[in-house]
Protein backbone atom coordinates (compact mmCIF):
# COMPACT_ATOMS: atom_id res chain seq x y z
CA UNK A 1 0.00 0.00 0.00
CA UNK A 2 1.31 3.38 -1.02
CA UNK A 3 1.44 6.03 1.84
CA UNK A 4 3.02 9.54 2.24
CA UNK A 5 3.49 11.02 5.85
CA UNK A 6 3.65 14.46 6.23
CA UNK A 7 5.43 16.26 9.25
CA UNK A 8 7.00 19.90 10.04
CA UNK A 9 3.78 22.05 10.11
CA UNK A 10 3.35 24.19 13.73
CA UNK A 11 2.77 27.41 14.24
CA UNK A 12 4.86 30.58 13.09
CA UNK A 13 4.96 34.19 13.17
CA UNK A 14 4.16 35.95 10.03
CA UNK A 15 7.50 36.56 8.41
CA UNK A 16 8.66 33.18 9.67
CA UNK A 17 9.64 29.73 7.98
CA UNK A 18 8.62 26.29 8.44
CA UNK A 19 9.81 23.24 6.66
CA UNK A 20 7.57 20.81 5.16
CA UNK A 21 8.44 17.37 4.83
CA UNK A 22 7.15 14.67 2.67
CA UNK A 23 8.06 10.97 2.91
CA UNK A 24 6.81 7.68 1.31
CA UNK A 25 6.47 4.16 2.71
CA UNK A 26 6.13 1.30 0.24
CA UNK A 27 7.42 2.70 -2.82
CA UNK A 28 10.51 5.52 -4.46
CA UNK A 29 9.31 8.97 -4.70
CA UNK A 30 11.94 9.53 -6.78
CA UNK A 31 9.46 7.84 -9.41
CA UNK A 32 6.47 10.13 -9.19
CA UNK A 33 6.16 13.98 -9.50
CA UNK A 34 4.77 15.26 -6.03
CA UNK A 35 2.73 18.22 -5.19
CA UNK A 36 1.78 19.55 -1.78
CA UNK A 37 -1.66 21.04 -1.55
CA UNK A 38 -3.50 22.87 1.26
CA UNK A 39 -6.64 23.34 2.72
CA UNK A 40 -8.03 26.02 5.06
CA UNK A 41 -11.08 26.64 6.90
CA UNK A 42 -14.35 26.90 4.46
CA UNK A 43 -12.05 27.16 1.46
CA UNK A 44 -11.56 24.45 -1.18
CA UNK A 45 -8.08 22.71 -1.31
CA UNK A 46 -5.77 24.41 -3.87
CA UNK A 47 -2.61 23.37 -5.21
CA UNK A 48 0.54 25.12 -3.76
CA UNK A 49 2.88 23.76 -5.31
CA UNK A 50 4.49 20.61 -7.23
CA UNK A 51 8.04 19.41 -8.79
CA UNK A 52 8.10 16.95 -12.00
CA UNK A 53 10.50 13.95 -12.07
CA UNK A 54 12.17 14.80 -15.01
CA UNK A 55 14.43 17.28 -14.50
CA UNK A 56 13.02 17.93 -11.08
CA UNK A 57 11.16 21.03 -13.25
CA UNK A 58 8.80 22.65 -10.44
CA UNK A 59 5.98 24.78 -10.61
CA UNK A 60 4.49 27.49 -7.79
CA UNK A 61 0.79 29.22 -7.17
CA UNK A 62 0.77 32.52 -7.86
CA UNK A 63 0.30 33.19 -4.20
CA UNK A 64 3.66 31.18 -2.95
CA UNK A 65 5.59 31.93 -5.91
CA UNK A 66 8.76 33.81 -4.66
CA UNK A 67 8.31 32.64 -0.91
CA UNK A 68 8.17 28.90 -0.84
CA UNK A 69 10.64 26.32 -2.63
CA UNK A 70 9.90 22.54 -3.12
CA UNK A 71 12.63 19.97 -3.57
CA UNK A 72 13.14 16.59 -3.49
CA UNK A 73 15.85 14.52 -2.02
CA UNK A 74 16.15 11.04 -3.64
CA UNK A 75 18.85 9.60 -1.02
CA UNK A 76 15.94 10.40 1.99
CA UNK A 77 12.76 9.38 -0.33
CA UNK A 78 11.37 12.81 0.89
CA UNK A 79 10.37 16.22 -0.75
CA UNK A 80 10.33 19.29 0.94
CA UNK A 81 8.42 22.45 1.13
CA UNK A 82 10.20 25.04 2.18
CA UNK A 83 8.02 28.42 3.39
CA UNK A 84 9.76 31.49 4.04
CA UNK A 85 7.84 34.93 4.72
CA UNK A 86 4.73 32.93 6.05
CA UNK A 87 1.65 35.18 5.86
CA UNK A 88 -1.85 34.52 8.08
CA UNK A 89 -3.24 33.30 4.56
CA UNK A 90 -1.52 30.71 4.78
CA UNK A 91 -2.71 29.08 7.39
CA UNK A 92 -4.26 25.36 6.44
CA UNK A 93 -3.58 22.25 6.35
CA UNK A 94 -1.20 20.81 4.15
CA UNK A 95 -1.34 18.08 2.48
CA UNK A 96 1.24 15.77 -0.28
CA UNK A 97 0.08 13.81 -2.78
CA UNK A 98 1.40 11.98 -5.97
CA UNK A 99 0.29 13.92 -9.01
CA UNK A 100 -0.30 13.56 -12.58
CA UNK A 101 2.23 15.03 -15.59
CA UNK A 102 1.49 16.74 -18.53
CA UNK A 103 3.04 18.38 -21.67
CA UNK A 104 6.89 17.98 -21.41
CA UNK A 105 6.23 15.91 -18.23
CA UNK A 106 5.19 18.85 -16.41
CA UNK A 107 4.03 18.28 -12.94
CA UNK A 108 0.37 19.50 -12.68
CA UNK A 109 -2.32 20.17 -9.51
CA UNK A 110 -4.21 17.28 -10.73
CA UNK A 111 -3.63 14.24 -7.89
CA UNK A 112 -3.25 10.74 -8.88
CA UNK A 113 -4.57 8.82 -5.82
CA UNK A 114 -1.83 9.11 -2.98
CA UNK A 115 -2.12 11.69 0.04
CA UNK A 116 -0.99 11.69 3.29
CA UNK A 117 -3.00 12.39 6.03
CA UNK A 118 -1.97 16.54 6.42
CA UNK A 119 -0.24 19.05 8.57
CA UNK A 120 -1.28 22.13 9.99
CA UNK A 121 0.67 25.64 9.56
CA UNK A 122 -1.09 28.42 11.53
CA UNK A 123 0.70 31.79 10.83
CA UNK A 124 -0.70 33.81 13.55
CA UNK A 125 1.58 36.62 15.85
Known amino acids: QLQLVESGGGLAQPGGSLRLTCVSAGFSLNRYAIGWFRQAPGKEREGVSC????????NYADSVTGRFTISRDNAKNAVYLQMNNLKPEDTAVYYCATVLTGVKAMCSFIDSGTWGQGTQVTVSS
Open 51 to 58: ISVVHDTT
